[in-house]
């Protein structure tokens, strides 16, 4: 199909990310952004999110009739960063966010409320009050949720569009953990349970504010046609509400994220081009124009864009095994270390200077810094041989690795920084987020409360304090 016409752009685009990423490297080592000094940061690449934003648009913009309203609302939550957020707004991209910190950063990015999203399990009364008073679009979550609303609704009109996530209970894809559609997943009304369909349908009819319908099948790991079938189910459902209420009380369907993104190559696929043209195939009655349409991609946006690059502090050898202990482990690449089988991550290995390496390939584990055997980034895998001051990168780490920082041995959030073409055959780099100090550690760690529990009473259960 359509696919292999594409091969050979998503080719060029993906030897232009790799040239683009070799090149910030080997900048970032001439300017000291990593060096003995910074010896782990991360990199973004400022044209490739770009030309993923408009991708995006251009894919759903190729499927629907001119005009068609269709808000792409980033999820926040996989790269939580107020520049980030500021630049997809500025490529014409909206906010989904799953949380008053989530919100907030959106904010301070200026997405507006129009074009802001509001999903999680458990928001709180006051949140929800938030989201309605500054008119941000808001998915309910559940029965209890619309009642909140009910009352919400009750007491002060509203401009928020206000709809319901729905659970079509379609199966889940190679990993649980981001599987939303299973049968007892926490997400959502659970559509197929007994009564439950009928009691949404319900649901609608009793309010003519609920103009949308959420659903969100899954993230990494669920296969395209079972994205399709969940955004088939939920099109379903709301052509069978309008048809009881008599009218098109529901306008806009909210399709959720959760395209996948190919960690095993360079190469971007599938596609939102594919992706776009597979639903339209699918689900032709939901981009015919009779529906506004809400996107909410998180990983697929930026994935492919982040690097996290970290200095080889040692390299060793243990009973016949090479080790490279670099900078990166656990506290950047959480799911990977805890998770490794369901989150590999591709290494590429830099010299001293920040210059791709050559050489023979030799099969070694990359580890990270933390005091557990099980902190690697990658275990037996064949590269150039990581020397002490070499660097190994971490590719397609630009959503929900290095942005989401676990302070396991109270190791520092690292330094992040964009970077670009400068125009004049160099690099540009701007800052995202300042590498943590020791100090704020230390704050973070209750450093102003050094005495709280020592003088609480009898907390020194009679023995003097040591001096
Ligand atoms: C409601 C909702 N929308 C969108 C997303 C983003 O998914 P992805 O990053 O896989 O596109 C998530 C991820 O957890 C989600 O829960």
């Known amino acids: 199909m359509a696919e292999i016409e594409t091969v050979g752009d998503i080719g060029s685009e993906a030897r232009g990310?790799?040239?683009?990423?070799?090149?910030?490297?080997?900048?970032?080592?001439?300017?000291?952004?990593?060096?003995?000094?910074?010896?782990?940061?991360?990199?973004?690449?400022?044209?490739g999110i770009r030309e993923s934003a408009a991708a995006l648009r251009a894919a759903f913009d190729a499927v629907v009739p001119p005009g068609t309203p269709v808000l792409h609302a980033f999820a926040v939550k996989a790269t939580p960063l107020v520049p980030v957020v500021r630049l997809l707004h500025e490529a014409g991209i909206g906010a989904e966010v799953a949380s008053p910190g989530e919100l907030a950063l959106a904010r301070t990015a200026g997405v507006p409320p129009a074009r802001t999203v509001l999903d999680s399990p458990a928001k709180t009364p006051a949140e929800l009050r938030e989201a309605l008073a500054l008119g941000i679009a808001v998915n309910a979550d559940n029965p209890q949720e619309l009642d909140r609303l009910d009352a919400l609704v009750r007491a002060t009109p509203t401009r928020s569009?206000?709809?319901?996530?729905?659970?079509?209970?379609?199966?889940?894809?190679?990993?649980?953990?981001?599987?939303?559609?299973?049968?007892?997943?926490?997400?959502?009304?659970?559509?197929?349970?007994?009564?439950?369909?009928?009691?949404?349908?319900?649901?609608?009819?009793?309010?003519?504010?609920?103009?949308?319908?959420?659903?969100?099948?899954?993230?990494?790991?669920?296969?395209?046609?079972?994205?399709?079938?969940?955004?088939?189910?939920?099109?379903?459902?709301?052509?069978?509400?309008?048809?009881?209420?008599?009218?098109r009380q529901v306008d806009t369907v909210d399709i959720g994220g959760g395209l996948p993104v190919?960690?095993?190559?360079?190469?971007?696929?599938?596609?939102?081009?594919?992706?776009?043209?597979?639903?339209?195939?699918?689900?032709?009655?939901?981009?015919?124009g009779r529906y506004g349409l809400v996107t909410e991609f998180g990983r697929s946006l930026l994935a492919?864009?982040?690097?996290?690059?970290?200095?080889?502090?040692?390299?060793?050898?243990?009973?016949?095994?090479r080790i490279a202990v670099t900078h990166a482990g656990v506290q950047v690449a959480t799911r990977t270390v805890y998770v490794p089988g369901a989150w590999p991550l591709r290494i590429a290995a830099y010299d001293a200077g920040g210059r791709p390496k050559a050489g023979p390939e030799v099969v070694q584990d990359v580890a990270g810094p933390a005091c557990f055997s099980g902190d690697l980034l990658a275990e037996g895998r064949a590269l150039p041989l990581l020397e002490q001051g070499d660097y190994a990168a971490a590719l397609d780490t630009g959503a929900y690795y290095?942005?989401?920082?676990?302070?396991?041995?109270?190791?520092?959030?690292?330094?992040?920084?964009?970077?670009?073409?400068?125009?004049?055959?160099?690099?540009?780099?701007?800052?995202?987020?300042?590498?943590?100090?020791?100090?704020?550690?230390?704050?973070?760690?209750?450093?102003?409360?050094?005495?709280?529990?020592?003088?609480?009473?009898?907390?020194?259960?009679?023995?003097p304090a040591p001096r």
């Open 304 to 321: 492919k864009y982040g690097t996290v690059v970290a200095r080889v502090e040692y390299a060793k050898s243990a009973g016949g095994r």
């Open 161 to 247: 569009p206000l709809g319901l996530r729905v659970n079509p209970q379609i199966g889940g894809g190679t990993i649980g953990a981001t599987s939303t559609a299973t049968r007892t997943s926490k997400f959502g009304v659970a559509l197929r349970d007994a009564g439950a369909r009928d009691w949404v349908v319900r649901a609608y009819a009793e309010r003519p504010w609920l103009t949308r319908l959420h659903a969100h099948t899954g993230s990494q790991g669920i296969p395209l046609p079972l994205l399709a079938r969940g955004v088939a189910e939920v099109y379903a459902l709301a052509e069978e509400i309008n048809a009881v209420v008599g009218r």
């Open 17 to 47: 990310r790799a040239a683009r990423r070799d090149r910030a490297v080997r900048a970032a080592v001439e300017r000291g952004l990593l060096g003995p000094d910074a010896a782990v940061v991360g990199l973004l690449d400022v044209v």
């Open 402 to 463: 290095f942005a989401h920082h676990y302070a396991y041995n109270s190791l520092a959030r690292p330094g992040i920084h964009g970077y670009a073409p400068d125009g004049e055959g160099g690099v540009a780099f701007a800052t995202v987020r300042e590498p943590q100090t020791v100090e704020e550690v230390v704050a973070e760690s209750g450093g102003a409360h050094a005495s709280a529990l020592t003088g609480l009473p009898g907390a020194t259960g009679g023995h």
């Open 262 to 288: 190919n960690l095993a190559s360079e190469e971007t696929t599938p596609s939102y081009a594919a992706y776009a043209r597979l639903l339209a195939e699918q689900v032709p009655g939901l981009f015919d």
